[in-house]
């Protein structure tokens, strides 16, 4: 005890020095951040008031609009490939500066970026609601909470990750250090989706930001009003700690400005659909550039006959409609266990009808507009074809008031059963509020269908039995799973991000993510230097000697023979063939002398 209690109180002071620091405010400043483009102070000229129809051509210009209201919000140029070239271009000097900056000043920038999007979280929920039509609750928790997530675990352990890794040599190489560094790739291109315009752009611009490399984002058409606002928070965070001009880029335009983008920058990070990503493959094969695709998702969602009804209903509506429904692909086939399934269905409808669609900056509805013009035709076409086929819909929620003058894009919430993998909806993407609810009378059952799709980002399984739970996780085919909860590993950004099949490869977020954006470098040295080198042995010296392959079979047997007997007599062989091979040199050397 006499030797232990000044460890523990060591220890015990240690943890209050600790508690005591959290208490000291760090000196992170406040940045300026110019938002004229996007507050709206009833102060608008004619031409950025009225009712706008969308093109159904693409032109020079990427027109925005607020799907809500059609309200129009401005336009951005759409680049032609010449200019993505030159922002390439500038982004790569910009890396070459930010390459040599230390992590302290890494992690000052995004101290500055959490402090703003803390102190500005209105702002910057109602851009991206304004942009895609989701609800201000929707846009903080996929938004906000996620980003802000990513930021703490960088800070915290983002250092950690990029750090020189020292791995075993082996015993061929004991006389070795082998060690695995990471180094910025040099510039990042990333190709992102309109279903989260702030995180879309946050979370590729922090992990490549962070190891060393600058990025180029090439927002969506649909979202490019907030992803040009969302760049001046960046910007200004950047120029607070002396980061270069340039470092960070988003560009606007369609396929011609992507596909530029593609052939010009070092690595791709795509996020969209199966066929836009098979084009960007293609594309990325003509400069061998690594390519992480994320491609969307038909989530299962399993519930077995022990779970809480009642919980899981409200959970699995908010995994089906959750950022406006049409914003996420989230969970899009729900299978419950036959013993269960009415009072499931019933509880799942009784939360449908109370959720109704409206203007999304109208605090009274829980869903807002579709994003993506002349979307709701295709999920009600889904929805017919599984009619069609024997399906019924037994609950809808409701669509407010919209507005005189706007066009209709909202879709009320709908849950649909009798459904099979027959039917479109149980096989296509829907992204859109629609809960098909089908049977299963065996876990084996449950796991043959969650795993019969071309999709394989993620899943929910939902068990009075963690074990169960676990069990039937970890037979699908995903690449990511929730035991008991929906989308809770994506809260968890030290855990890697990406799915399989139709739904792409690689992985963002984590410590993988992280490591993605980074040329991954091995790295053996001598670990006792200068005294102890590799020499190659005499008898595999040019000219190989006639015993050079026996030598050598030897050698094999003394550094990875099963048998302890059999590695000394090879040993012994060894240090025999070396023995003769230096007297016969020794004795060619004398005769020459002679």
Request: proline content about 4%; charged content about 20%.
């Amino acid at each position: 005890m006499t030797f232990w209690w000044p460890l523990l109180v060591i220890a015990f002071a240690v943890a209050i020095c600790k508690f005591l620091l959290m208490l000291i405010p760090p000196n992170v400043p406040s940045i300026e951040v110019d938002t004229s483009d996007v507050l709206d102070d009833g102060n608008q000229t004619k031409e950025n008031s009225f009712i706008y129809i969308p093109s159904r051509r693409q032109t020079d210009k990427v027109q925005c609009y607020e799907p809500a209201t059609m309200k129009y919000l401005g336009y951005f140029p759409a680049l032609k490939p010449d200019e993505v070239k030159e922002r390439v271009t500038q982004a790569r000097k910009a890396q070459k500066i930010w390459a040599k900056s230390s992590f302290k000043q890494r992690r000052q920038f995004l101290r500055i970026l959490l402090k703003y999007i803390i102190e500005h979280q209105e702002l910057i929920c109602e851009v991206s609601s304004r942009d895609t039509g989701k609800t201000m609750v929707d846009a903080s928790l996929g938004e906000i909470m996620t980003t802000c997530e990513k930021l703490t675990w960088l800070l915290s352990e983002g250092e950690k990750w990029l750090k020189p890794e020292y791995r075993s040599c082996g015993r061929s190489m004991i006389h070795k250090t082998a060690r695995v560094e990471f180094h910025p790739l040099g510039v990042i291109g990333a190709i992102v989706s309109w279903n989260y315009p702030f995180h879309n752009i946050f979370n590729p611009m922090l992990a490549a930001v962070f190891s060393g490399n600058s990025i180029v984002i090439k927002v969506s058409e649909h979202a490019s009003w907030s992803g040009c606002f969302y760049l001046h928070i960046i910007q200004s965070a950047l120029a607070a700690v002396g980061a270069p001009e340039n470092l960070v880029e988003v560009i606007t335009g369609f396929a011609e400005t992507g596909e530029a983008l593609v052939s010009s920058v070092d690595k791709i990070i795509f996020v969209g659909s199966p066929g836009v990503g098979k084009m960007i493959m293609r594309h990325a094969a003509d400069t061998l550039i690594p390519v992480t695709l994320e491609l969307g998702g038909k989530d299962a969602f399993i519930v077995c006959e022990d779970a809480d009804v009642a919980h899981v209903a409200q959970i699995a509506v908010r995994g089906a409609l959750q950022s406006s429904g049409q914003n996420c692909a989230g969970a899009e086939r729900f299978y419950v266990h036959k013993d269960i399934y009415s009072s499931f269905v019933a509880e799942v409808v009784k939360i449908v009808k109370s959720v109704t669609a409206g203007p999304p900056l109208v605090g009274k509805y829980d869903m807002g507009a579709i994003c993506m013009q002349e979307h709701a035709e295709k999920l009600q076409s889904l929805i017919n074809d599984a009619l069609d086929k024997g399906a019924e819909i037994v609950g809808r929620g409701s669509v407010g008031n919209i507005g005189e003058g706007a066009v209709d894009q909202y879709f009320p919430p709908t849950v649909i059963v009798n459904v099979n993998h027959t039917m479109k909806l149980m096989q296509d993407e829907a992204f859109g509020p629609i809960m098909p609810i089908m049977k299963f009378g065996t876990d084996e059952e449950a796991v043959n269908l969650a795993n019969d799709s071309k999709y394989g980002l993620g899943c929910a399984v939902f068990s009075g039995s963690q074990r169960r739970a676990r069990e039937i996780a970890s037979q699908l085919h995903c690449g990511v799973a929730a035991v008991n909860d929906f989308a809770s590993t994506y809260m968890c950004q030290s855990l890697p991000f990406g799915g399989v099949k139709d739904s792409g490869f690689g992985r963002f977020a984590g410590i993988e993510g992280l490591r993605a954006c980074c040329l991954v470098k091995s790295v053996a040295e001598d670990r006792w230097w200068p005294f102890i080198k590799t020499k190659i042995p005499k008898p595999i010296q040019y000219p190989i000697s006639e015993n050079g392959f026996e030598f050598q079979e030897s050698l094999v047997q003394v550094l990875y023979g099963l048998n302890i007997w059999d590695r000394l007599r090879a040993l012994v062989d060894v240090l025999k063939m070396i023995s003769e091979h230096n007297n016969t040199s020794n004795k060619n050397s004398k005769r020459r002398t002679d």
